[in-house]
Nanobody, 124 residues
């Protein structure tokens, strides 16, 4: 069964670091990404990476603090989150898409697969 398996997350204080991992099981994505969501808010784009060539994208709010890397051989990605801020708190969702032909990486509905979500909490 095709699924995304997330790991990592947890709690940190402002200025700290956390790592999120996501692996695709039983399918090969073309692109993988992370979104986050807080109660009452829409799902927000965080970062994405094309497994084919490694092109990466970041939201302005995390640029310079978060680093997304890939391992194409295992269809997985790793999000290293440094200098965390309280506003980084939320449920982080892994997303993936197999189909090519467009690049709407910031749009949640463009992705075909979603993980269950993992909580990240950053205390002041």
């Amino acid at each position: 069964q095709a699924q995304l398996i997330e790991s990592g997350g947890g709690s940190a204080h402002a200025g700290g670091s956390l790592t999120l991992a996501c692996a695709a099981s039983s399918f090969s994505p073309s692109i993988m990404g992370w979104f986050r969501q807080t109660p009452g808010q829409e799902r927000e784009f965080v970062s994405a990476i094309w497994l084919i060539d490694g092109d990466r994208y970041y939201a302005d709010s995390v640029q310079g603090r978060f680093t997304l890397s890939k391992d194409s051989s295992t269809n997985s990605m790793l999000l290293q989150m440094n200098d965390l801020k309280p506003e980084d708190t939320g449920v982080y969702y892994c997303a993936a898409r197999v189909a090519l032909g467009s690049n709407n990486y910031k749009t949640p509905n463009w992705y075909q697969y979603w993980g269950q979500g993992t909580q990240v909490t950053v205390a002041p």
